[in-house]
């Protein structure tokens, strides 16, 4: 895992976490800062689909909303890092 140079600000240090089963493992909110492109790239992928999944919207609102919080951070978490490069 790579330290970020950035402060995870405090309304991402709140329990808020995704399981992700491509990760094999709970991911909160703020160690998105921390995952590497590989993982990051992989829970982008794993909450895209569900953010996708309309009806399955209706069925688990919840992890729908979580999805998209994680998958929305993770591209600012990504954008920032391509433009360090």
């Given at each position: 895992?790579?330290n970020?140079?950035?402060?995870?600000?405090?309304?991402?240090?709140?329990?808020?976490?995704?399981?992700?089963?491509?990760l094999?493992?709970?991911?909160?909110?703020?160690?998105?800062?921390?995952?590497?492109?590989?993982e990051?790239?992989l829970?982008?992928?794993?909450t895209?689909?569900?953010r996708?999944?309309?009806?399955?919207?209706?069925?688990?609102i919840?992890?729908?909303?979580?999805?998209?919080?994680?998958?929305?951070l993770?591209?600012?978490?990504?954008k920032?890092?391509?433009s360090?490069?």
């Open positions: 895992m790579q970020s140079p950035y402060d995870i600000p405090p309304q991402e240090s709140k329990e808020k976490w995704f399981r992700s089963h491509l094999g493992r709970e991911v909160e909110l703020g160690d998105l800062y921390s995952l590497i492109p590989n990051l790239d829970l982008m992928a794993e895209a689909e569900i996708s999944d309309i009806e399955g919207k209706d069925k688990n919840g992890k729908y909303r979580t999805a998209g919080y994680f998958l929305e993770a591209k600012i978490i990504e920032r890092r391509l360090e490069i």
